[in-house]
């Protein structure tokens, strides 16, 4: 009996001192290079005139965003004046995503991307969008990760299309 709980303490030992595969400490994060992002796009899903935007969000500014989901923006159009309202005890901080825009005329069946914002271990956004071959809707795709390699190719985005009514 002593030998099995010896074993099983083990066993256990090991298993908590193996990474999960989703936890990143800081020390995880590779602070040096840059991160190269590779998007497969069916470009017919876009107007021909279409500029497809590529925006790409860091852990940080992913964890500004959550602090801030509570404020709002308003614009008065009589004084031009923006104003912001946030919930008692939070601050707002504005966040500027780094973006790409890619002509369609110009897109192969990828889109590449690199960033020097986003490091290995650290957590993304990636979000695509575009007008669509309607000449009226948006097509958009998005993705969160973990930069696990400094090369990413994001396969099977799952594509939205608006449904505005279109002249």
């Given at each position: 009996?002593?030998k099995?709980?010896f074993?099983?303490?083990?066993?256990?030992?090991?298993?908590?001192?193996?990474?999960?595969?989703c936890?990143?400490t800081?020390?995880?994060?590779?602070?040096?290079?840059?991160?190269?992002?590779?998007?497969?796009?069916d470009?017919?899903?876009f107007?021909?005139?279409?500029?497809?935007?590529?925006?790409?969000?860091?852990?940080?500014?992913?964890?500004?965003?959550?602090?801030?989901?509570?404020c709002?923006?308003?614009?008065?159009?009589?004084?031009?004046?923006?104003?912001?309202?946030?919930?008692?005890?939070?601050?707002?901080?504005?966040?500027?995503?780094a973006?790409?825009?890619?002509?369609?005329?110009e897109?192969?069946?990828?889109?590449?991307?690199?960033?020097?914002?986003?490091?290995i271990?650290?957590?993304?956004r990636?979000?695509?969008?575009?007008?669509?071959?309607?000449?009226?809707?948006?097509?958009?795709?998005?993705?969160?990760g973990i930069?696990?390699?400094?090369?990413?190719?994001?396969?099977?985005?799952?594509?939205?299309t608006?449904?505005?009514?279109?002249?």
């Open positions: 009996m002593k099995q709980r074993i099983l303490f083990v066993i256990i030992l090991i298993l908590s001192s193996l990474p999960s595969g936890d990143y800081s020390s995880d994060i590779d602070s040096t290079g840059s991160i190269s992002f590779t998007v497969p796009i470009a017919d899903m107007s021909d005139e279409a500029t497809l935007r590529l925006t790409l969000w860091n852990a940080d500014q992913l964890e500004i965003m959550k602090r801030t989901a509570g709002s923006i308003t614009y008065n159009l009589e004084t031009h004046i923006e104003e912001i309202h946030c919930p008692e005890g939070v601050d707002y901080e504005a966040v500027t995503p973006e790409f825009t890619f002509p369609v005329q897109i192969g069946e990828f889109i590449e991307v690199e960033s020097n914002n986003i490091r271990g650290e957590k993304y990636l979000m695509i969008s575009g007008l669509s071959s309607d000449n009226c809707n948006t097509t958009s795709a998005s993705v969160e930069a696990q390699h400094a090369e990413i190719t994001i396969e099977d985005l799952m594509w939205m608006t449904l505005m009514a279109c002249p």
